[in-house]
């Protein structure tokens, strides 16, 4: 597939179900990528956070990129997450396996050390040449505040200017300013990646496209987004923007009150939204109450994402 | 004036010049006022941060207050500051003297009890229930980070329900979810106020005015963002936006690398840019000497203010 | 009085009473200086946090002042802070008013320029030349990031260099190893003071007296601590600092719990301990509910506060 | 071993040492084992941050340990640590591993979710329930803002009412009070290990151990500021805790001046003092070029190391 394709696509980092006793469910996964296909979401396999990577198996990481590769169809190109490695032989050994699966592209994690260490300006760049020679996959390169440091941009605008299969540049930082002007520098030469809550602001800098993980709750209305901006209407762009706004606030502000990390709420709105599946949670996550879900399945209600969707 | 009138209003928090001497330049001052009213800015005069209100005295301030209004000769609202007042008395007697001089509204910060003491809810709301019966003008009400504490939202919400005068709010926080789900519920309520940096995300969720200092510097593309949004001209916005964000990407990365704070590089900006007066600092801000003048000219030379604001 | 003697005292930033109609308590203030100084502890007077000093026209902080200098009687030295101002002038005309008033040292904060500015190196250093060289009175500088800022180490070592009635320096920042630090650089050079929760680390490191809050409420077990440490007593420092360790940790949650700001809670401690005085708080703060003082009431009692302090 | 015996240890994070092809240097592990032990250190190998515990391969670091194991030769309990898993399962396995090789006690790190995701507190509990029946171990807990979040002290409280072999207990916060109020409340149940550089405030508070890294280059004035606490020699104390401060302060100012993380200026600081190996890095580290090997060498001789243990 042209990465040139790639250009403004909205990728969602899904989630992946298990089944009541914690196993893959292949069914609801299949299920899931077709729902949000049907809506125009490129789906990212198995990532960090929202893919709940690290509660995965290297072969469950695989067996996921290939159901998605295959249920994708070609409808969308298949990117997929590296795991958060520290060495680059463990991040080239990944990438050979994603070659090997006809998979799209790779987005590729700084070194991730342990313990929140910062790697160096130095470091980070020395990894990225280690690595970047060995993976023939396109090449999504990213700097992520949640991994605990920021990878400068400079870093990333050198190796733009070496690596041709650099094809999409992501960043999220705490600092908007510095988000805005890496997105105006980026944006001229690569395709830039953003989530939706700084979207407007992005958009307007040059990026093209999404990674997030909202769509998993709202494609709909995340496409919705997307084109509204694309197509230049922006009281369709305000709409859906306040009501990605409004649904990521209350799911966060119900996580909060009920003690209750941000992936176990997702699977609770998707049984709320009746999708197909269990979404059962893995340890350590641990299962919602039958309360929680009542409660989850109120907000769902109030913020009328059944309808919203498509799914009433 | 009618509050309604300042709902789609680009506040300026406006520099203070000063002269060779260190006193107030009242000429540069008018000119300066002049120049971003001609421009479509609207002129808030000598507030905490952009307007050096803390090296102001209070008579230096209310003349500051006078010669806004002479200048603004009703073309648009002159909202001003209070100063940063720990008790609920000064800020009564601030808002008296306003009243007293015919502006036309008040921005009420939170207290500021010192040592970036962060009030509790119940101080917050129990301060502005202690001024807000005492002021007769328009307010405006705002929690800004820069001030080191958060009012929290529903503090806010609770004293518009009972305030009729207020008439706008504001917020600033390094959280992008926090401010656009404020945004979100105080747009429909009154007329919400952003920053530029924020704006293309605020205005999607019906910020309808700013409240900035940016326009100090480039008044006319700060104007061309705010009118391209509001007709729904996105490529004029585009091109707007990126430019302000790399001015204040600029003008900021000059600061950290020459050890200057924002008010000193932004009077070296208006003097590179020719603009009337001297633009001398007030102790303890230090001049810039001639080799960081000669420098930061080079950046504004880079940037072509000169040309994107009509002054070549 | 010489600077020397200053060398290893216990300065109590003293708690300023006010009575029912909010008036400051003289009678009260005399009572609490008298207490602690007979516990051994020097009183700084109306500072800008635990002295509510924000909260006190110039009038009434120069009446607390004499009213301390007259209670001191020369058994402790009376330094007193400036203002947070941000102009040399305000700095100076107040260290005049100390001076005038037989004070014996005067605290100089570094310019707060409002919303929480960081003043660059320069301006801080700017601004110490324009104030030293103008204050007879013994300086007492200090870098508190609860002013929302650090002086880097740097400076204030150039300042001791070169300006010899500079007799003590305070750091408090919540990088440990930074703390630590300066006071190994600066100990050999100067008194250095230290709140009682780093006073270990501090003693160890050649910190000789003290600069905090907790003695308005544990006067003969802060002195405990910093006579078992200058004796070398460990076991007796053992138990005197798990005290204040347990009393500030359990006052900091009671006012995290209800909702209150530290000095109410101080306040509170200090009406449920019996001391003189109604000790009210003044607006913004608010009065603790019957409620609130009796919930606190029973933590100061689970404290053995009155037992150990020898009020019982 | 009883862990009874455990209780007064020094435990350092122990280096992991490569040679020039970045293999496993098991000569110099031997050595700087020997070395560190006898001075009184009991090394923990293979940890995540000091021992470079991530860049190790499964089969490397078990070999660490079984060398550490015979080094020891009962002379020191051999603690290790799992490594930052997201899962029960496999932290049950790392355990197992641990309890095959006939080692003495464990460190189990919470569940390290990958993005700096924060676990809630259910989900810490669940989680250390899920993994604590299935270790026969000794178990160290621990609650490290290193790996990105706190677990709350309520939940390690919880476990230890629960779990008779949890052994000790280490808390790393940039709280100071949530430190010390930790410290305070688990020191009467369990022992305590601290940092070196809140050992003096620990150490009153009843902390009787360490678990930090610095013993890798100073071990001898790490013993020494042990045993003079203990001892109650507080002129002993001061002195080496100075050194520790001078020798950590000028090893992070080298790292941030150079762009160098920890470990690779920590195996320069070894080079320098001619221990035995090369002390090579292991990529994405990258060496140290000769310049700075040879600017490290003169902060080492400032700072007088290869004196102060013995070494010259």
């Known amino acids: 597939m042209d990465p040139a394709q ?7 980092m899904g989630a992946t179900p298990f089944d009541d006793q914690g196993r893959l469910d292949e069914d609801a996964l299949r299920a899931h990528v077709q729902w949000l296909s049907s809506e125009g979401i490129s789906v990212l396999p198995a990532s960090a956070s929202s893919g709940e990577g690290p509660l995965l198996s290297d072969e469950e990481v695989f067996r996921v990129w290939e159901i998605v590769v295959e249920e994708a169809a070609g409808r969308f190109p298949v990117v997929v997450a590296n795991r958060e ?10 990438a050979r396996e994603a070659e090997s699966r006809g998979l799209d592209g790779i987005q590729l994690y700084p070194p991730t050390l342990g313990h929140v260490i910062a790697p160096t300006t130095d470091v980070l760049e020395a990894f990225y040449e280690d690595v970047l020679p060995h993976v023939r996959l396109p090449v999504l390169v990213s700097s992520n505040q949640a991994t605990g440091f920021e990878v400068p941009l400079a870093v990333h605008e050198r190796l733009l200017a070496r690596h041709e299969h650099i094809f999409a540049f992501y ?20 395709t830039v990646l953003t989530g939706f809550v700084r979207l407007p602001m992005a958009f307007l800098l ?42 990521q606030a209350a799911t966060t502000r119900f996580g909060q009150e009920e003690g209750l ?4 709420v997702y699977k609770g709105v998707l049984r709320a939204l009746g999708r197909p599946g269990t979404w059962a949670t893995r340890a350590p996550y641990r299962p919602l109450s039958d309360e929680q879900q009542s409660r989850l399945a109120a907000v769902v209600d109030r913020l009328g994402l059944a309808e919203l969707e498509g799914l009433a």
């Open 6 to 12: 790639f250009r403004s696509h909205s990728f969602c």
């Open 85 to 94: 490695f520290p060495t680059a032989a463990e991040n080239i050994r990944f």
């Open 171 to 190: 960043k999220n930082h705490s600092d908007l300013m510095n988000c805005a002007s890496a997105y105006a520098r980026m944006a001229p030469r690569t």
């Open 206 to 247: 040059g990026a093209t496209g999404e990674l997030d993980h909202v769509q998993n709750l709202m494609p709909r209305t995340a496409r919705a987004l997307h084109d509204a901006l694309h197509t230049g209407d922006l009281a369709r762009a305000s709409t859906a923007y306040a009501r990605i706004v409004e649904a």
């Open 261 to 264: 990390n941000r992936m176990p």
